[in-house]
Nanobody, 124 residues
Framework: QVLLTESGGGSVQAGGSLRLSCAAV????????MGWFRQAPGKEREFVAA????????YYSDSVRGRSTISRDNIKNTMTLQMNNLNPEDTAIYYC?????????????????WGQGTQVTVSS
């Protein structure tokens, strides 16, 4: 089992940046694929970005590709998502998630563990 805690959310103006962090407590962090999902009011939770167990292969949704960078540190048991050029459509609660075997990194149902989320609000 792994416990996940997000931080780094906040309120920014359009065009600004935020760096979201996810801290993991538990065994064998490096055995989990990790991902970020977000959920806006009235919408389904959607994939944002993911990274494989080694930290070498990132995955991005079309909506954030080119302006976001995902990374992880398997020594510190952390994952980060740097988001730039934010726009109001990025407003959502952002969740960190852990995937036991790294398969299906874009699929919500493959993630067994979830954090409580951190709010990101982007104003125009």
């Amino acid at each position: 089992q792994v416990l996940l805690t997000e931080s780094g959310g906040g309120s920014v103006q359009a065009g600004g940046s935020l760096r979201l962090s996810c801290a993991a407590v538990g065994r064998a962090f490096s055995s989990y694929g990790m991902g970020w999902f977000r959920q806006a009011p009235g919408k389904e939770r959607e994939f944002v970005a993911a990274i494989d167990r080694s930290g070498e292969v990132p995955y991005y949704s079309d909506s954030v590709r080119g302006r976001s960078t995902i990374s992880r540190d398997n020594i510190k048991n952390t994952m980060t998502l740097q988001m730039n050029n934010l726009n109001p459509e990025d407003t959502a609660i952002y969740y960190c998630a852990a995937n036991r075997d790294g398969r299906g990194p874009r699929l919500r149902e493959t993630y067994a563990y979830w954090g409580q989320g951190t709010q990101v609000t982007v104003s125009s």
